[in-house]
């Protein structure tokens, strides 16, 4: 189904800013509420908490190799603030993402 593609897509492309809603739209040929609601049905997120939730367990994964920092892991998914990317981590796993690098 087409929200299938905009799933997949969101899953994949997480080392980025999120996508822009117009474009998704356009991937799911359907207007912007139909996609919102029927997403939101089908999945039990919205389009933003799905693209959100998979964002921060790729950080998560990154920061449990020991290999990045927590800025090198925000800058790679697209973070231009890191203090956003901390709140978006603690928002998601109740803790701090540099607790997984100690």
Do not use: C
């Amino acid at each position: 189904s087409r929200l299938m593609i905009v799933w997949e897509y969101l899953g994949k492309d997480i080392n980025s800013a999120p996508p822009k809603f117009a474009a998704l739209t356009k991937m799911a040929l359907m207007s912007g509420t139909s996609l919102k609601t029927k997403f939101k049905k089908m999945y039990g997120y919205t389009v933003f908490e799905y693209f959100q939730k998979r964002r921060m367990q790729k950080a998560r994964i990154l920061l449990l190799t020991h290999k990045y920092s927590v800025r090198q892991v925000g800058l790679q998914l697209g973070y231009a603030n890191l203090s956003n990317f901390t709140i978006a981590f603690k928002k998601e796993f109740n803790q701090l993402p540099h607790h997984l690098i100690k």
